[in-house]
């Protein structure tokens, strides 16, 4: 099949929090991932990994409670558990340091009439 039908679900209040940038905080000899963001859209948490300066795929994390979401669909690399806690995410064997939690789309400001 060519893909899968993904439905936005309710976010938890801590995974709106979790919305910005994060730098590996444990990197080993071989690390490939040096960052990623989470962003939301539409109703649905978007992560993206980066590594060396150059951004890889964006996927969708469902959210199963307040400290776990899955990346969404099923197929190689998809399924893996993120982990969140007070001060960052475990994932795909990393973790991550938050950066900052403002990493949210631009709003323009209104004019005043």
Sequence with gaps: YLGE???????????????????????GRHSYLN???????????LVRGQAGGTRSGEFILQPIDSAHAVLAGSGQGLG??????????????????QQDTKA??????KESP
Aim: hydrophobic residues 40%.
């Design 5 to 27: 039908r993904i439905e936005p679900t309710s976010l938890p209040q801590a995974w709106n929090e979790a919305v910005g940038t994060y730098r590996v905080a444990s990197t």
């Design 35 to 45: 960052g990623l963001s989470i962003r939301i859209e539409d109703g649905f948490l």
């Design 80 to 97: 893996d558990t993120f982990s969140r806690d007070f001060d960052g995410l475990n994932a795909l064997g990393y973790r991550f340091a």
């Design 104 to 109: 949210r789309p631009w709003l323009p400001r």
